[in-house]
T-cell receptor, first 107, second 112 residues
Framework: NAGVTQTPKFRVLKTGQSMTLLCAQDMNHEYMYWYRQDPGMGLRLIHYSVGEGTTAKGEVPDGYNVSRLKKQNFLLGLESAAPSQTSVYFC??????FGQGTRLTVV | EDQVTQSPEALRLQEGESSSLNCSYTVSGLRGLFWYRQDPGKGPEFLFTLYSAGEEKEKERLKATLTKKESFLHITAPKPEDSATYLCAVQAAGGSNYKLTFGKGTLLTVNP
């Protein structure tokens, strides 16, 4: 039972590049979330999903897109990466279960 | 707008020195209050959920309590392995998104 798995764990992007972060959960949860964590800012909600095929904006959605084509997967996309998107990204399911994070640096 | 304030920002204790962390919240109806532990380079690890004022939950040296305005995480006789950042979050009642609003955390250091 893996719980919540995020890939990749680390990534360095150049400004303007795009990438997709993958979150997979094996607990059959409906609710999934993407957060970013920055020093002094705490965890901030980017986007969330209340079920397969649904997505909604959170507190800081600009510059990100998401998709939930399958119940177990929640994808976070960066269309054109900016240095301000340098952060640690966490996926969570049902609010209580977090992945180990993706550390993203945009140069 | 839901708000969560944690204090202190950082706390340094000697091994065995009991203390409490505070989480004050403002929410339009509380569905649940969550406590997490986060170690450096790791994701938050779920500790407790409290649902109503007066509720208490315990796990090893940790005890969480809840009032209508705040929650406390009491740490009894802490050990160095309790060193971590402790996060508090609230989930508002109503709606269907179950999203959480987090505080900025308390960094706890326990010295041997």
């Amino acid at each position: 039972n893996a719980g919540v798995t995020q890939t990749p764990k680390f990534r360095v992007l150049k400004t303007g590049q795009s990438m997709t972060l993958l979150c997979a959960q094996d607990m059959n949860h409906e609710y999934m979330y993407w957060y970013r964590q920055d020093p002094g800012m705490g965890l901030r909600l980017i986007h969330y999903s209340v079920g397969e095929g649904t997505t909604a904006k959170g507190e800081v959605p600009d510059g990100y897109n998401v998709s939930r084509l399958k119940k177990q997967n929640f994808l976070l996309g960066l269309e054109s990466a900016a240095p301000s998107q340098t952060s640690v990204y966490f996926c969570a399911s049902k609010g209580a279960f977090f992945g180990q994070g993706t550390r993203l640096t945009v140069v | 707008e839901d708000q969560v304030t944690q204090s202190p920002e950082a706390l340094r204790l000697q091994e065995g020195e009991s203390s409490s962390l505070n989480c004050s919240y403002t929410v339009s109806g509380l569905r649940g209050l969550f406590w997490y532990r986060q170690d450096p380079g790791k994701g938050p690890e779920f500790l407790f959920t409290l649902y109503s004022a007066g509720e208490e939950k315990e796990k090893e040296r940790l005890k969480a309590t809840l009032t209508k305005k705040e929650s406390f995480l009491h740490i009894t006789a802490p050990k160095p392995e309790d060193s971590a950042t402790y996060l508090c979050a609230v989930q508002a009642a109503g709606g269907s998104n179950y999203k959480l609003t987090f505080g900025k955390g308390t960094l706890l250091t326990v010295n041997p």
